[in-house]
T-cell receptor, first 109, second 113 residues
Framework: DVKVTQSSRYLVKRTGEKVFLECVQD?????MFWYRQDPGLGLRLIYF???????EKGDIPEGYSVSREKKERFSLILESASTNQTSMYLC????????FGSGTRLTVV | KNQVEQSPQSLIILEGKNCTLQ??????????LRWYKQDTGRGPVSLTI?????NTKSNGRYTATLDADTKQSSLHITASQLSDSASYIC????????????FGTGTKLQVIP
């Protein structure tokens, strides 16, 4: 089975901190995605990557950046965390179907 | 505009009862449709995937249907169990180019004893 691992289940960070969310997949998938999920809004795409060092903005990229130095690892970076970035963050990897990580619940205080 | 709408938003049923969740979409061109189950605080897990030519697919007590003409899908849960309590998300993929999907906002199901 494809496994997508997110490094943290829960994170609490202070406003203005730089935050790194890590995601690793073990099936050599080219496509990887970062979503955030908020009540009533569903999943919204932040960034995606279809190859190493390649990245594309999704629907809500503002305040975020990403890094894909290796095929298996896709990192989401909050340059200066703000309270409106408190959310559930989901990483996904895909070939013919999506496999999601378990999610990181980030709280910015 | 590509949209996926799910109904109802939330649902409470008694353990052992059946229920049906709905998904209507306007995605074009259509590639496939997936139903995911998401337990609270966890990532979504795939239940079924259906392509244009498939109109029914089962996974245990879960049965998904697809009507590509009317752009509607349903997820039927038979003999519900407490562990079925979760959010169910309909996801429609667009064909052509890199993979692009549109997510529904989900139906929150609560199964009570």
């Amino acid at each position: 089975d494809v496994k997508v691992t997110q490094s943290s289940r829960y994170l609490v960070k202070r406003t203005g901190e730089k935050v790194f969310l890590e995601c690793v997949q073990d099936m050599d998938h080219e496509n990887m995605f970062w979503y955030r999920q908020d009540p009533g809004l569903g999943l919204r795409l932040i960034y995606f990557s279809y190859d190493v060092k390649m990245k594309e903005k999704g629907d809500i990229p503002e305040g975020y950046s990403v890094s894909r130095e290796k095929k298996e690892r896709f990192s989401l970076i909050l340059e200066s965390a703000s309270t409106n970035q408190t959310s559930m963050y989901l990483c996904a990897s895909s070939s013919s179907g999506y496999t999601f990580g378990s999610g990181t619940r980030l709280t910015v205080v | 505009k590509n949209q996926v709408e799910q109904s109802p938003q939330s649902l409470i049923i008694l353990e052992g009862k059946n229920c049906t969740l709905q998904c209507n979409y306007t995605v074009s061109p259509f590639s496939n449709l997936r139903w995911y189950k998401q337990d609270t605080g966890r990532g979504p897990v795939s239940l079924t995937i259906m392509t244009f030519s498939e109109n029914t697919k089962s996974n245990g007590r879960y049965t998904a249907t697809l009507d590509a003409d009317t752009k509607q899908s349903s997820l039927h849960i038979t003999a519900s169990q407490l562990s079925d309590s979760a959010s169910y998300i309909c996801v429609v993929s667009h064909s052509g180019g890199y993979q692009k999907v549109t997510f529904g906002t989900g139906t929150k199901l609560q199964v009570i004893p």
